[in-house]
Each structure stands twice: as C-alpha cells, then as structure tokens.
C-alpha cells in the first residue's frame, strides 16, 4: 500500500524559518514545536529510535490500522519533517547527531534531564564546534531541582500546574477536576519552548551567539492560569471550578445553555450595552418569548453595562432576565442562535466538535483554514484536510507537507548531508545504527 | 532598530521597540512575553479609554486604574503611555512614534485600526519596516469577520470546550480564557518569525490573527480523524473525561485523594511502571487478577481498576500519593490548588517561579516569572506593571522630542 519512493520535501520559498535547521529529538512533549517552525520553512530532521518514535503508536489511526506510519496523532504534530531513524546509544550513532549539529541552528529535545549529556550530546559538547547553536530542552520538570528526575505525562503536567484545579463541573456532586483532552499540557510546553527558542534565534543575528534554553512543562502550565494565582497572591484566596465557563471565588451565573438541536451555546454579558439588549428583547418578542423583559428595569441594567452588572448585589432581576432569555435560546436552533446574537453584537459562541468547523464557511471558504496536504505515498493524487496555518502573514507563507514515514529520509540525510557511502550505510546497517528496512 | 556592537545584550529582544494598543488579556498575554524578553513594550491608554483589566478586582477595593492583580501580571516589563489619538496632535504624535518602532500590536474588533485611518497600508506609508500584528477574533477577512470573540467564545467555537469534560455531561470546557493566553502565545509567536524574517530581508508585514482560527489549529487530531476516517469527535464516548482512549493505557485517570475535594491523577504508561504502581500500592491481591494482566486487558477493564485504585488514594492525601507513586518511578500528580503552588510546591520556589518587585501603590507587585532559563539573556522582571501613565513624561521628551512646555499643554488639552 505505501509505496517506497522518497518523499523529497517540497520547495518552499519565503517562509520565515526558511535557512534554520532545526535537529528534532523529542517525544509528545515537544513534537509540536517543531512541527511549527517546520511549517514556517525550517527544515526539521527528526531524530527517530530504530522501529520509529513512540508517538506513532498513539491513535486514532486511519482506519484504525494501527501502524506507524497511520497514526492521525503523530501527523496531526508533525507536519513539515523529515525523519532520520537512529540509534543515538551509539558511538556511531552520536557521532552523527554531532556532525549535523556541527552546522544546524537549532537543537529540540525533550529527554530526561542528563540523558543527552550521558550520550555527548549535552549542550556543552554541541555548542563546543557551533557557537551559533541554539538548544532547547523541554522537560517535565526543569534540569535542576527536587523534581528533575520525576516523571511526568501529560495529565501528570495539567494536574501539578493547577490547570485541572481550574477545570471542571460545580453542578455534578463529586465529579473530578477534568483534563482538557488535546495535549495541551504538552502544547502548553512546546509553544513555551518555541517562544524561547525564536527569541534566541532573533538575539543571536546581533549577538553571534546561540545559547541553551531551560524550559519545563511544569512552569508553562503553572503560568498559563489566569485569575488563579494572581487572585491567591493579592486576596489569599483560591478560585474553585465551575461548568463550562471561569474559575472564581464566588459562584457565576452558568454560561452553558441548550439549544433546540440538542446543542450548546455559550451565553454572557447580557446587559452588554443597551442597544444590544433592546435587539434581543425584539428578537425574542417576535417569536413571543419576551416575557416581561420590555420592562423598564431592565433596560436599566443594560444602560450600566457589564460595569454596572458587576457592581450589582441584588441578582434576581438580571438572574430571571437569564432564565427567560435560556427558555427563548431552548427553543431555537445553536447555530440561529450564534449567528442571531453575533449579528446584535453579542460574543456568544457556539459549542462546537472540532469536525463542525469544516462546514464553516467562513473558515473553511473564505478564510481557507483546513489545508489540502499530499500524501502521495497513498497513491497518486491522494491528500488529506488538515488544519492549516494558525496565523496568516502577508510576506512570509505558512507552507505544510505531510509528516515523514518511518525513517523516510535516513539515506538520503546520510548520504546527501554527511557524504555517507553506499558502503558505510551498509555498515552502519549491519551495525544497528540505522534500521535496514529504509524507505 | 539599533544594531549594537557588543556581544552582551540585555534581552533576546533588546533593541525591539512595541506599540501596544492590546488590551484585555489576549494582546497583553502576547506583549508581556515580548516584554519579558526584553522588547521596549510601550502600552497606550489615556484616562478615558485604559485597558479595563485596570478595574478588575483591584486590591482592597479601590477605584485606582493601578491594583488590579491580573493587570499586574499581564503588563510588567512594560511603560505606560497616555495618548489620545483621536486628537489631530495626539494622532501626529503616534506616527512620530510608529516611525521609531518595529512592532504594533492590537486586539480590537477587526476594522478599528481602519477607522483611524490607521490601517497596514498606512501603517507601512509612515514605516515600511513595521510589523503589524492584527488579533482579532474572525481574522482581518472573510463574511464573518465582524463578529466578536471573548477567551470562552473562541474555545467554544473552536471545539476546545466540547473536547474538555465527561462523557454524557455537558462540556467543562476550559476554567478560564485559555485562548486569550494561547492567543497571546501566537501572536508572540508570530511576531518573532516576523522579526527573524525582517533580519534577513529588511520587509515588514502584516499578521492577521484569528483567535478562533489559533484554537482550530489546536485540534489537528480530531479533525484528521474525521477527514480521514469520517469519525466525528461529536459521538457518545466522548469527550473522554480523564481517560487516555487516544493512547489506550490504563490506569490514567484523576482519583479522589484525602481531604475535601482533593484529588490526584496517576499514567502508567508501560508495564515496569505497572509492577512498580502494584509495589507501591502495596501488592493487594486484586492486582494479580487477570483481567488486569496487561495493558490491553487493563484497559479494558478499567472501570473495575479505577475503583480499586481510588480505594489505595482515597486514605492518602494528593501529594503523599505524588511522594509515594513518583518515589517509585511512576507518573503521578497532585492537582495542586493555587496556594499549594504559590506557597508550597518546591520545584517552583527552587526555579524561583514567583517573583517580586516594588510597586508604588500595592507594596509590592508578585508575578509568576517567565517558564524557562536562557543562558545568555536571562529573564529580569526590570518593572511592575506600569502606573496609568508613569512613563509618558519621559516617553515624550525622550523618544518624541517634545518640550516641556508643550508637554504642559498636552496634558492640559487631554492629548497626553
């Protein structure tokens, strides 16, 4: 089925990253950043154990086939790659990973603290022939500390970085604190390591120099929770979770309500302005669903604004307006709604699945957000749509192609790069250094 | 921008110099990193329109712009200018300023900048080198792009509140605004490929952010699994609460631990961490049953297994259960409460993770520090978020080369 034709990454011009060379070892924790820079036009040689990295083994996989080169997880992080399968436990091994590193601008790794530096590949044997390295070590915990050698995952870093604590239901008795599902904690991480290392790269076109980056998931995650620990450090006080919408001291009005289609909007600031409340009211009174909200207490209300309401003790008024305004919102359709109340000016959202965006036409149309990628290795003519560039700039395109296969590049980084043989590939074959099954 | 000669710089980003209209948390999320590496993030406000984080919950209850705890952490690193540009002079005075910056960043509604009479094209006529970066709810183009997103609207719209919660419940979503940060992140993000691609080709440009659009590119895997599997995320199992169904391992999930409403989470993610949970738990005889022999059989039993485990951290609390179970070499966390990481947590205090630094009206300010070292341009918190207007008067004689007497009457007129 996959044919074993290379896939030579695809030219690219004028992307931003275009000349820096990035040398990727990383797992789940890191895979994401340099999935960024790759499809911003650096070239990401990913540095892969013989059989391929772990995150292959993660699914869902296209059609639930559960081989490596099909995991949906590991293409979804790592566009805009190639991949060099290696056995860095090596002296041959190493001695690659240095020769690449002797010219590239920029080395990723999330490893264990110690764990490269065991192998000759600290920052302190690379940078000694490249001064204008640039090295970024993403681990759970830091490189020094009481926690450096403990272990983390993905939940592991959501729940010691307070953003579970912050995440969750007030109306289900005894329900956990909840895990965002996504990776975030590790994305959390790998956009902290990205800002890191593209600030270094910036300082080094003055400075000549490159220099090592310390970045944890730990600390990413524990700065990344709003209200929660300015609201401690200035009122002794810890927020606590509540459904659906943010973390307080005191109980909030709840957010969620549901709509005609069994679906979910998300609804605040009411008495935003009171142009927009007068529009709601009319809206709702054409359909008979006012009630009493053509009062004038209410408008009132909506004449303070979101100041006002926040200033207010006595909630009964502006809680029934709520509760009439829930009834008037179960009787319609979430999307009747998102687009009613984004029309009067209200920022209300629609909960969506991820999927419902494709059918978004103004993403999907006139934005172009999901991008058509080749993947030629499934047959001629054969792309799939993936989400596409997180931020459009007017010089320097976004540009994605498909992750690599299993050590899809190794001979050709090998010979091509490092001036290998046919002959030392053999050996090095023979050796375990390099998988024999090569693409 | 200055190009200096030595090798020792005070920040990554010295010698960047930031106009930042960005108010709220999204834009100051992004220009506090900027600020944080160094950049000279220079926020304009005036008295009639200030960032209105100023007046969340200001400390001890007073009406001053200057003691709101979030403002506080969002906007250190940065001065305070107050400038009204909708005055003629006050308009003149902001394009002496765009043509001694490298950065504009705001986060207004999409065509705000446009109303000025200040949008790229402009921007570009005063300084072709400007990079100007847009973050907007939609986006800068396209039939919605009118309509407007808080943090929660955009994680609504995007999938991540769907993707955040227990299966047949309502979604948990996010606890705070996750995409004002995340947003924020991209737009730093962006702005430092701009920077890096200006090194080399001395171009400007415009980023158009959407932050609907940044939390779309964050769901790249559920997305592919219905483009290519055409299994939508939206079915019964899901969302999967804290269980790993992508990875198919078991235990992983969050148990309740002593104490009111405490909780820890435990990932065993192969089987040595398996033998050394079972160790550590203390060998109990319903660990050797079969049907929890190995990680796929585990994983299909997990609901049985998860109600065993809960029985061993139900009688500790979250972080003798992190003592214990990382003692052993397994993945294991306390979902730590804010006090425990701002007072407690002694990984945070070694790597010096609250910082602190005189502020004029609050004593002084502590923020969380930047989450990571850098060898040769280390983080400095230099200041506490900046008084309404405390650096005006040096930002205009300085930098804008205005008199003394005329600052007098900018300040009289309302213009500064």
């Known amino acids: 089925m996959i044919s074993q034709t290379q896939q030579t990454p695809p030219e690219r011009t004028g992307g931003a990253l275009e000349d820096i060379t990035v040398i990727e070892l990383c797992g789940a924790r890191g895979h994401f950043m340099a999935k960024l820079m790759g499809d911003m036009g650096a070239r990401v040689i990913k540095i892969e154990p013989l059989g391929g990295a772990p995150e292959r083994q993660i699914g869902p996989f296209m059609d639930d086939d559960p081989h490596p080169d099909r995991s949906l997880f590991f293409w979804a992080h790592n566009t805009s790659k190639e991949s060099l399968e290696l056995n860095i436990e090596t002296s041959e091994g190493q001695k690659i990973i240095k020769r690449l590193a002797a010219t590239a601008d920029v080395i990723l790794e999330d490893f264990e603290p110690g764990y490269l530096p065991s192998l000759g590949l600290g920052y302190k044997n690379l940078s000694a022939e490249n001064e204008k390295l640039v090295m970024t070590s993403l681990t759970a915990f830091g490189q020094d500390g009481p926690y450096r050698d403990y272990k983390s995952t993905d939940i592991v870093a959501l729940a010691m970085g307070g953003i579970m604590h912050s995440c969750g239901y007030d109306d289900l008795p005894g329900s956990p604190p909840i895990r965002p599902s996504g990776d975030h904690g590790n994305k959390i991480a790998s956009h902290y390591g990205l800002m890191g290392t593209l600030a270094a790269i910036f300082n080094r076109h003055f400075s000549g120099r490159g220099q090592y980056i310390d970045a944890s998931a730990h600390e990413a995650c524990n700065s990344t929770t709003e209200h929660a620990l300015p609201t401690y450090l200035y009122e002794g006080e810890n927020v606590f979770r509540q459904t659906g919408r943010h973390h307080s001291t005191t109980p909030t009005p709840k957010t969620l309500c549901k709509t005609s289609d069994g679906k979910y909007v998300i609804v605040f600031q009411l008495f935003n302005n009171l142009h927009s409340w007068l529009s709601l009211v009319k809206w709702m009174a054409d359909v008979g669903m006012a009630e009493d909200l053509q009062e004038e207490r209410y408008k009132d209300m909506a004449r303070g604004g979101s100041r006002g309401m926040r200033a207010a003790t006595d909630t009964t008024d502006s809680d029934h307006a709520f509760e009439v305004v829930r009834r008037f919102i179960a009787s319609q359709t979430s999307e009747d709604i998102y687009r009613g109340a984004q029309n009067l000016k209200f920022p209300w959202g629609q909960v969506r699945s991820p999927e419902e965006n494709l059918n978004d036409p103004h993403f999907a149309e006139d934005r172009q957000m999901f991008a058509n990628i080749p993947h030629s290795e499934m047959g001629e003519g054969v792309s799939f749509k993936y989400v596409g560039r997180p931020y459009r700039f007017t010089e320097s395109p976004w540009d994605a192609f498909r992750p690599p296969l299993v050590g899809e590049h190794t001979k050709s980084i090998l010979s091509v790069d490092l001036e290998y043989s046919e002959q030392d590939l053999k050996t090095l074959e023979v050796n375990g250094i390099i998988s024999s099954n090569q693409n | ?416």
């Open chain 2, 1 to 416: 921008m200055s190009e200096p000669q030595t090798l020792m710089r005070k920040g990554a980003l010295e010698g960047v110099r930031v106009i930042d209209f960005s108010w709220i948390v999204a834009g100051p999320q992004c220009t506090r990193i900027l600020g944080d590496f160094g950049a000279d993030v220079i926020k304009i406000e005036n008295d009639a329109n200030m960032d209105y984080i100023r007046a969340s919950r200001p400390v001890g209850g007073s009406s001053s712009p200057n003691r709101s705890p979030l403002f506080t952490t969002l906007n250190r690193n940065k001065r305070s200018l107050t400038l009204n540009v909708m005055h003629p002079r006050g308009m003149e005075l902001l394009k002496d300023l765009i043509k001694k910056s490298d950065v504009i960043v705001e986060n207004f509604s999409s065509r705000v900048l446009e109303k000025w009479g200040l949008g790229y094209e402009e921007q570009k006529k005063i300084n072709p080198k400007i990079i100007y970066c847009s973050m907007s709810g939609f986006g800068h183009t396209g039939r919605d792009r009118d309509f407007v997103t808080w943090g929660p609207t955009a994680q609504a719209l995007s999938g991540l509140t769907f993707m955040s919660g227990l299966p047949g419940e309502e979604s948990a979503g996010w606890g705070f605004s996750y995409m004002d940060h995340t947003g924020g992140f991209y737009g730093t993000i962006a702005i430092m490929m701009a920077l890096i691609h200006r090194n080399k080709t001395g171009e400007g440009q415009h980023i158009d952010l959407s932050q609907v659009e940044t939390g779309i590119a964050l769901t790249g895997t559920s997305v592919l699994d219905y483009t290519v599997n055409s299994r939508p995320f939206r079915r019964d199992e899901m969302p999967p609460g804290n269980r790993a169904p992508d990875r198919q391992i078991a235990p992983h999930n969050s148990y309740p631990c002593k104490g009111d409403d405490r909780w820890c989470v435990i990932a065993v993610t192969n089987e040595d961490e398996w033998d050394s949970l079972v160790d550590a738990v203390g060998n109990p005889s319903w660990a050797g049953e079969d049907r929890f022999a190995s990680m796929e059989s585990r994983f299909a039993n997990q609901e049985p297994l998860d109600a065993f485990i809960a029985e061993w951290t139900i009688n500790h609390s979250p972080h003798e259960v992190f003592d214990i179970l990382q003692g052993a070499g397994v993945p294991a966390g306390a979902v730590q409460t804010p006090v425990e990481r701002a007072e407690k947590d002694p990984q945070l205090k070694h790597r010096d993770f609250i910082a602190e630094i005189p502020h004029e009206e609050l004593g002084k300010a502590r923020v969380e520090s930047i989450p990571m070292r850098m060898s040769e341009t280390p983080w400095k918190l230099e200041r506490p978020s900046p008084l309404l207007g405390e650096h005006s008067a040096e930002i205009y004689t300085e930098l804008l080369d205005v008199t003394p007497e005329e600052l007098a009457t900018l300040y009289e007129e309302g213009i500064a």
